[in-house]
C-alpha cells in the first residue's frame, strides 16, 4: 500500500515537472515593462545650420536645388522640455532668395516597413519667412531620416529636402493591455493538479484498501456465527 | 496488518504529497517568469481598416483565398454590409483581430493555436484535433473549421506550417493571420495589396507606423486623429484591428 | 426481514444471471442492431469528414455536444439515488441502487465517447493528453469524466462483491465458480469484512457527489467561459448539475420500471418506491425551475445587447416551440402528473419520467444550437438541421445504454442482496445452509 502511494507521487511529481512550464498555460508574449528611455545628448555633433540653434545635436541641413524648385533647408533640434522629442524646422526658400509664404509642406520619417516608405508625421505651412516646424517624438531610439516635401506654389515645382539626426529621445514603449489577472491564474493549474492527485489517492485507497481488507479479514467469525 | 497503512498515516502522506507538488509548481513558474523576461517584441502587428473608403468589392476576400487556397466558405477576412439605423449601409471589412486577450487561445486543449512574438495568433494544423472550442469561444466569428477536404495547393510539395497553412487540412481549424508568411518576404498582406479603395492598413505598435501600400502614417496619430475604435472592445479581448467609421455613420446598428 | 422474503428477494435478484431465454435474445438483437448502424454512420463520417454532419462554419457544435452533456447527464440517477440516498440513510433505496449505478455507468461510458465522435481529428485524440493545456476546459472534461468514470466503476463495484460471493455459490461451472471468486475477493461476511466493506462505500459515495457536481460544472464552463451571449452566464454550473441530477432521476425510474416488469420484481420494487422517486423528480424538477427563472428573469429583465438575441428566439422566435414545448410539455405537466394523488401512480410516474428525458434533451438543444447560431457579428442567424449521420449515431448510443444494462444483468445481480440485508436486517441464522437450489448458474 504504501509503495503504491509513493509510486503514484514519484509518477505525477515527474509529469508535473515535464508538463509545468513551457508552452502550456497561457501562450500570451508578455511586454516588459520599460519607462521612458532618455539618454544623455551627445554635445559632440553640434554645428549649425543658420537657425539660433538651441543646445542639443543638430543636424547636417541638407539643401537640395532644383532648377526651379524652391530650396528647402531642414534642420532639427531638441525641444525645450528634452522629453517633448525634437522640433524640425525647414525654411522654403524660392531660387532668387525670397521667402516662400504660406507654402503646404509635409514633414516624413524613413522607415523601413515592408520596402523604404515614407511615414507622414506632420504637415504645415510656412509662415513669412518661409518657416515652418512641426514637433516630432519618434517611435524608437537611434538614426532618423527626415524628408521634407514642399509641395510646389505657382510657378515653383515640388522639391524636398532631407536631414537625419539621432534620436536619444523617443516615445514610450507600446505595451500591451493585457489584464493584471492573467498573470494570477498561472498557478491555478498547480493547485487542481494538487487537489486530482488527492482525489485519486482516495479512489485508489477505498479500492484497495478496502480489497486488502477483505480478503486479509476472511479469517475472522461471521456475524451468523458470532451470534451462535 | 504489518504493512497496512493506517488511515491518519494515509491522510499525512496524502497531504504531504499535495504540499510537495505544490511547491514543486512554483519552481518551472521561476524559470518561465525569467524567460520572459528578456527580449522585447520586434514587432506587434495591427491593422486599420478605413470604413469611409470600403466599398464592399471583396477583392480582399478574394485575394486572401487564392492566396491560402481556400475554400469557397473561409472567408478569413469577412466583409460584412451593415445596415445602419439612418436606413443607410456600410460595408466592414473582418479580418481576425490576433486578439491581446485571445478567448481562443485560452480554451484550446493541446496549444494548437498560439501567439507569436509578433503578436500574431497562429494555428497550428498539425496539432490541431478539431474539436472547434475555440470557434466557440471566437466573439467575432473569425475561425473555420475544414468540413471537407480542401482544394488542392498548386505546389504538391508545399508542405504546411502554422506561418503558411496551405494546404489546409481537413478537420482542423484555419483563420487569418495577418499573412506573416509574406511579411517575412517584405510583402503586404493580400488583403492590403489588393483591396482597391486602399482602406486596409497594416501596422507595427511598436515602430508606430502603418501603411495601406500607397501612404505611410503614424500609426498612434492616424488612429487618435480619426476616432479610431476597436469592435466589441468592452468584452475586454483587446483586438488590434482598429475601425475608422465613417464620419456621421453610427455602428449602432 | 424472514427468510422467506429473504429468500425470494434473492432468487429475483439472480434470477436474469444465465438466464438466456427468447426475450433475452431479441432485444439483445434489436439493440445490436441499432449500436451497430450507429457504427456504422460514424465510420462514414470518419471516411468523409465532418460535412457529412449538419454543422457549418457558424453552428459548428450540434448533436454530439448536446448528446454528449444529455448521456452524462442521465448517468447523475446513480450518483444521487445510490450516493445520497446511502448518505441520507433512506432504506427504500435498497432493491434500486444496483440499477442506479449500473445506469450511470452505461450512460457515463456512453456518454464520454461523444466528445470523440465530435472531433474533427480522432486520430489524434490522445494529443489532449500528451499535450494537455490546464486552462482549457476541454481537459478540465477530459480529467472530470475520466475521474468520475473511475469513481462510478469503484462504487458499483464496491456494494457488488458480497452479492459477487452470493452468485458464487450458485454457480454449477467450476470455472465460473472461480471467476466470480476472484471477483469476490473471498467474501465471507465476517465482522471485519464487513466493516471494511462498509468504510469503503462511505469514503467513495462521500466521493463520488463533488465528482458528480465536478464533471456537470466542467460541461457547463465548456460553454460559460464564452462570451456568446446565452451562454455566458454564472448560473450555468449549477443549472447543469440540477438538470444532470434531474434527468439522471427520470432515468433510473424507467430503467428501474422496465426491469422491474421485465424480471418481475413487483415484490421488492413497489409503488412506496416510485412514490418516492417521483418525489426526488419533482423536487429536483422545482429546483431547476427555479433555476431558469432566475436565469431568464436577470437577462430579461435588462435585456442588454449580448443576451436579448437569444432571448428573443427562444421565447418568441424561431426556437419558441422548442422551448415551451420544454417548459410545458417537458417540466411543468410531468411534475405536475408526478405530484397526483391517485391511481396508477407508476404508469404516471413513468410517463411524466419519460417526458422530463425528453424535455431534457430538448433543453439541451436549446442551449447548444441557438447559442451558436446567434448573430456574434452582423450577420443573419444561422441555422442547423441534422442530417442522417447524426440522427443514426444517436439512436445507435441510445440503445447502448439498455443493451450493456442487459448484459450486465445477465452476469451480476439485479438488486444488491447486502443492501438489503444493510437496511432490513440480515436473515434468521437458520437460513444460512440454504443456498437457492433453482437458480440458474452455468447453462449457457
Given at each position: 500500500m504504501r509503495r503504491i502511494v509513493i509510486a503514484l507521487a514519484a509518477v505525477s511529481l515527474a509529469a508535473i515537472a515535464l508538463l509545468g512550464p513551457g508552452r502550456s498555460l497561457l501562450p500570451v508574449s508578455t511586454q516588459p515593462a520599460r519607462a521612458l528611455v532618455i539618454a544623455a545628448p551627445d554635445p559632440a555633433a553640434a554645428t549649425h545650420s543658420g537657425h539660433e540653434a538651441v543646445s542639443a545635436p543638430a543636424t547636417r541641413p541638407a539643401i537640395v536645388a532644383a532648377a526651379d524648385g524652391a530650396r528647402v533647408v531642414v534642420t532639427t533640434r531638441s525641444a525645450t522640455k528634452v522629453e517633448q522629442g525634437y522640433v524640425i524646422e525647414t525654411r522654403i526658400v524660392s531660387p532668387d532668395g525670397k521667402p516662400v509664404n504660406e507654402a503646404i509642406v509635409r514633414f516624413y520619417d524613413l522607415v523601413d516597413f515592408f520596402g523604404p516608405r515614407e511615414e507622414l508625421i506632420g504637415s504645415a505651412r510656412t509662415d513669412g519667412q518661409g518657416n515652418a516646424a512641426i514637433a516630432y517624438l519618434p517611435a524608437s531610439l537611434g538614426q532618423s531620416e527626415i524628408v521634407v516635401r514642399f509641395a510646389g506654389q505657382g510657378s515653383l515645382a515640388p522639391s524636398v529636402g532631407t536631414a537625419t539626426f539621432e534620436a536619444t529621445v523617443a516615445a514610450p514603449p507600446y505595451r500591451s493591455d493585457q489584464p493584471g489577472l492573467l498573470s494570477f491564474t498561472r498557478l491555478v493549474p498547480y493547485a487542481a493538479g494538487a487537489i486530482l492527485l488527492a482525489v485519486w489517492g482516495l479512489i485508489a485507497f477505498a479500492l484497495f484498501a478496502t480489497a486488502r481488507g477483505i480478503a486479509v479479514r476472511a479469517d475472522l467469525k461471521t456475524a451468523k456465527e458470532d451470534a451462535v | 496488518m504489518a504493512g497496512q497503512m493506517s488511515r491518519r498515516q494515509l491522510l499525512g502522506t496524502l497531504g504531504g504529497l499535495g504540499t510537495g507538488v505544490l511547491a514543486a509548481g512554483f519552481v518551472p513558474i521561476a524559470f518561465a517568469e525569467a524567460e520572459a523576461a528578456e527580449t522585447g517584441p520586434k514587432r506587434q502587428w495591427a491593422m486599420v481598416i478605413d470604413l469611409r473608403k470600403c466599398d464592399g468589392c471583396r477583392a480582399c476576400t478574394k485575394a486572401c483565398q487564392e492566396t491560402h487556397h481556400l475554400?469557397?466558405?473561409?472567408?478569413?477576412i469577412k466583409v460584412f454590409e451593415v445596415h445602419d439605423k439612418q436606413g443607410g449601409s456600410f460595408f466592414m471589412p473582418r479580418p481576425c483581430?490576433?486578439?491581446?486577450?485571445a478567448p481562443c487561445l485560452k480554451v484550446c486543449p493541446v496549444a494548437a493555436t498560439f501567439k507569436t512574438n509578433d503578436s500574431v495568433v497562429l494555428v497550428d494544423q498539425d496539432r490541431c484535433i478539431g474539436c472547434r472550442m475555440c470557434m466557440a469561444a471566437c466573439p467575432y466569428g473569425a475561425r473555420y473549421f475544414n468540413y471537407g477536404d480542401p482544394p488542392i495547393a498548386s505546389n504538391p510539395f508545399q508542405r504546411p506550417t502554422p506561418e503558411f497553412p496551405v494546404p489546409q487540412q481537413k478537420g482542423t481549424v484555419g483563420k487569418c493571420m495577418f499573412c506573416v508568411h509574406r511579411s517575412a518576404n517584405g510583402e503586404l498582406p493580400a488583403c492590403v495589396d489588393a483591396c482597391g479603395m486602399k482602406a486596409i492598413w497594416i501596422g507595427d505598435l511598436v515602430e508606430d507606423v502603418a501603411t495601406n501600400g500607397d501612404e505611410t502614417v503614424r500609426l498612434s496619430t492616424f488612429i487618435k486623429e480619426n476616432d479610431a475604435f476597436r469592435y466589441k472592445e468592452e468584452l475586454g479581448t483587446g483586438p488590434r484591428v482598429y475601425y475608422i467609421a465613417g464620419h456621421g455613420q453610427l455602428l449602432d446598428y | 426481514m424472514d427468510a422467506r422474503t429473504h429468500d425470494s428477494y434473492v432468487e429475483r435478484a439472480m434470477w436474469p444471471i444465465g438466464r438466456g431465454d427468447r426475450k433475452f435474445w431479441i432485444s439483445v438483437v434489436v439493440l445490436s442492431t441499432l449500436v451497430a448502424a450507429g457504427l456504422y454512420a460514424y465510420v462514414y463520417q470518419v471516411q468523409r469528414g465532418l460535412w457529412v454532419t449538419g454543422l457549418n462554419q457558424k453552428v459548428s457544435w450540434g448533436f454530439y455536444i448536446i448528446n454528449c452533456v444529455f448521456f452524462i447527464g442521465i448517468s447523475y440517477g446513480g450518483a444521487m439515488t445510490s450516493a445520497i440516498l446511502r448518505l441520507t440513510n433512506a432504506k427504500w433505496r435498497a432493491p434500486l441502487t444496483r440499477i442506479a449505478e449500473a445506469t450511470a455507468v452505461a450512460a457515463l461510458v456512453v456518454g464520454a465517447i461523444y466528445p470523440i465522435i465530435d472531433l474533427g481529428r480522432p486520430d489524434r485524440f490522445l494529443y489532449v493528453i500528451q499535450y494537455a493545456q490546464v486552462g482549457s476546459p476541454i481537459v478540465w472534461d477530459l480529467v472530470a469524466i475520466s475521474t468520475y468514470m473511475l469513481a462510478s466503476l469503484v462504487f458499483l463495484y464496491l456494494p457488488l462483491i458480497p452479492d459477487l460471493a452470493t452468485t458464487r455459490d450458485t454457480m454449477r461451472s467450476s470455472l465460473l465458480r472461480r471467476m466470480y471468486g476472484a471477483l469476490a475477493l473471498g467474501w465471507r461476511g465476517t465482522i471485519g469484512q464487513e466493516r471494511t466493506l462498509q468504510r469503503g462505500i462511505a469514503v467513495m459515495a462521500v466521493l463520488i457527489i463533488p465528482l458528480a457536481v465536478s464533471v456537470h460544472s466542467v460541461l457547463a464552463w465548456l460553454f460559460a467561459v464564452t462570451v456568446r451571449g446565452g451562454w455566458h452566464s454564472t448560473i450555468f454550473a449549477p443549472l447543469f448539475v440540477l438538470a444532470a441530477m434531474l434527468s439522471g432521476v427520470a432515468a433510473v425510474i424507467i430503467v428501474v420500471a422496465v426491469f422491474r416488469k421485465v424480471y418481475g420484481l413487483q415484490q421488492f420494487i413497489t409503488r412506496k418506491h416510485f412514490r418516492y422517486l417521483s418525489y426526488l423528480l419533482i423536487a429536483l424538477g422545482m429546483g431547476y425551475l427555479y433555476f431558469m427563472v432566475s436565469e431568464y428573469l436577470t437577462e430579461g429583465y435588462v435585456l442588454d445587447a449580448d443576451t436579448t438575441p437569444v432571448l428573443e428566439a427562444i421565447f418568441i422566435g424561431a426556437y419558441a416551440p422548442a422551448f415551451w414545448s420544454f417548459t410545458i410539455g417537458g417540466l411543468l405537466f410531468p411534475l405536475a402528473l408526478a405530484a397526483l394523488p391517485g391511481r396508477f401512480l407508476i404508469g404516471r410516474v413513468c410517463f411524466a419520467s419519460g417526458l422530463v428525458i425528453a424535455g431534457m434533451w430538448l433543453k439541451r438543444f436549446l442551449i447548444v444550437v441557438p447559442g451558436m447560431a446567434e448573430p456574434m457579428m452582423p450577420w443573419d442567424w444561422g441555422r442547423y438541421a441534422p442530417t442522417w449521420v447524426e440522427v443514426t449515431i444517436t439512436v445507435g448510443t441510445a440503445a447502448a445504454i439498455p443493451l450493456i444494462l442487459i448484459l450486465f444483468f445477465r452476469f451480476f445481480p439485479v438488486m444488491s442482496v447486502h443492501e438489503m440485508e444493510e437496511v432490513e436486517g440480515a436473515p434468521e441464522p437458520h437460513h444460512a445452509a440454504l443456498v437457492p437450489s433453482y437458480a440458474s448458474g452455468g447453462d449457457e
Open positions: - | 475554400p469557397e466558405s473561409f472567408e478569413w483581430f490576433q486578439c491581446e486577450n | -
